[in-house]
């Protein structure tokens, strides 16, 4: 059983350029959250999909939009990026209707470089 | 607003026993998570805490007290391989995952 896969694992972009971060969820998960994790820092909550809809959303600018297929997979879209915006992003799976003692499964990660 | 502290970095030695405290403000409160981040991965689930008390689970433990807003991890018998970020995560009203930065556990021989 494949848990969380996020694809690409490593990549580098330019400022002002946009990017497309892919996550598939761990098999049976339905719900799909983005974090951004800063070096030395805890993730923080970008958004949430599920049912193909942007669930729940954090404090992050419309620069950060996202997506959710049927099969539950999930793309993170960035438009304009900053160097701010260079940190491991990752993605997490849980199942929204058995939300008490959900565990989210991380995938590995995707660390962004912005240059 | 939200906020949920650890202590930013601890040192101990091989064998020993070491707790790693985390204090929270959110808004509502639906559990609480421990996971362990080796630099350069993802987080890995620990456990998981939502009614008052202590959950064991081998060498590592978990406490829970909601009415101070407090939990801890106790890890026994550190082995190296613990050395790692560990990152304390509140389950708000709205069962969305509020972190702590993490607290950066060195073992020493």
Known sequence: ?115 | GQNIDQPTEMTATEGAIVQINCTYQTSGFNGLFWYQQHAGEAPTFLSYNVLDGLEEKGRFSSFLSRSKGYSYLLLKELQMKDSASYLCAVLDSNYQLIWGAGTKLIIKP
């Open chain 1, 1 to 115: 059983d494949a848990g969380v896969t996020q694809s690409p694992t490593h990549l580098i972009k330019t400022r002002g350029q946009q990017v497309t971060l892919r996550c598939s969820p761990k098999s049976g998960h339905d719900t799909v959250s983005w974090y951004q994790q800063a070096l030395g820092q805890g993730p923080q909550f970008i958004f949430q999909y599920y049912e193909e809809e942007e669930r729940q959303r954090g404090n992050f600018p419309d620069r950060f939009s996202g997506h959710q297929f049927p099969n539950y997979s999930s793309e993170l879209n960035v438009n304009a990026l900053l160097l701010g915006d260079s940190a491991l992003y990752l993605c997490a799976s849980s199942l929204l209707r058995d939300r008490e003692g959900t565990e989210a499964f991380f995938g590995q990660g995707t660390r962004l470089t912005v240059v």
